[in-house]
């Protein structure tokens, strides 16, 4: 006897439904590609660095805002770290200064000051426009939707790993230090993913719920993907 289509998947089949989006990940666009394999020049790696630096400045928004829905002090002390995580916490030294401080080094590694990276100039329309559409779905979903958003982060160790393996043959330039960030995130996007998946996995229980959680997690998918979109754009010949 088949199976009842309308009957909700068991965990382990969700959880392989999810991550097979990994598919779409921008992992595969084909500007990503160009850059882990050494095809970027200076100055597409500066435009990179520039506009993903919004995305880095609206992740602990984001969180916050999704932390604000939260009624459970439970979800709200593992959800907090990650907020701290990007702003920094204790003394702001070393990897407790935080995800924003180790992309803002990493922009100082590629040769971009401080100051205009924060003056946040070079970031492209299309780019701003994914990366604030995110913190509004963030504002406006119910937390759990929030959280099923997060699991892209279930793909992120190896892109990290990627640029670790990739960026000092090809860009021998950048100073070493400045890949600090990738190397610290690592491990922290396996955390969250342990976290967001158990919310996930328990939280949409409905076949019908579990097709929303695979359209929301395709709409970050494509939040990152345009992103590069626009930041490919931005680096074309005008």
């Known amino acids: ?23 779409g990940y921008h992992i595969h666009h084909p500007f ?25 400045i609206c992740i602990p928004r984001k969180d916050a805002a999704v932390m604000a829905n939260m009624p459970d002090r439970e979800h709200r002390r593992l959800w907090v770290q990650r907020i701290l995580d990007h702003d920094g916490h204790g003394d702001f030294e070393g990897n407790a200064a935080g ?3 180790a992309w803002t ?17 070079q970031v ?22 929030g959280v099923c958003s997060s699991l892209t982060e279930m793909f992120a160790p ?3 790993k990627d640029r670790l393996a990739t960026w000092p043959q090809h860009y021998p330039w950048i100073e070493a230090d400045g890949l600090s960030y990738f190397r610290q995130r690592i491990p922290l996007a396996s955390r969250d993913v342990e976290h967001g998946l158990r919310v996930t996995l328990g939280y949409f229980n409905t076949r019908a719920m579990q097709l929303r959680a695979l359209e ?3 709409f970050k998918l494509d939040i990152l993907w345009s992103m590069l979109d626009g930041i490919e754009k931005a680096c074309a010949p005008r």
């Open 99 to 101: 995800g924003i401080e």
């Open 105 to 121: 080094r990493l922009g100082e590694a590629v040769g971009l000051h401080r100051d205009d990276l924060w003056s946040l100039r």
């Open 216 to 218: 929301i997690l395709q």
């Open 124 to 145: 492209a329309p299309a780019v701003r426009f994914a990366c604030d559409a995110y913190v509004n779905f963030a504002r406006q979903a119910p937390w759990q939707e």
């Open 158 to 160: 190896q892109i990290h």
């Open 32 to 56: 990503n590609v160009r850059l882990n394999s050494g095809q970027c020049s200076a100055d597409e790696v500066r435009t990179w660095v520039a506009n993903r630096f919004y995305y880095q």
């Open 1 to 23: 006897m088949n199976p009842n289509p309308e009957s909700p998947w068991s965990h382990a089949d969700f959880e392989a439904q999810l991550r097979a989006k990994g598919a």
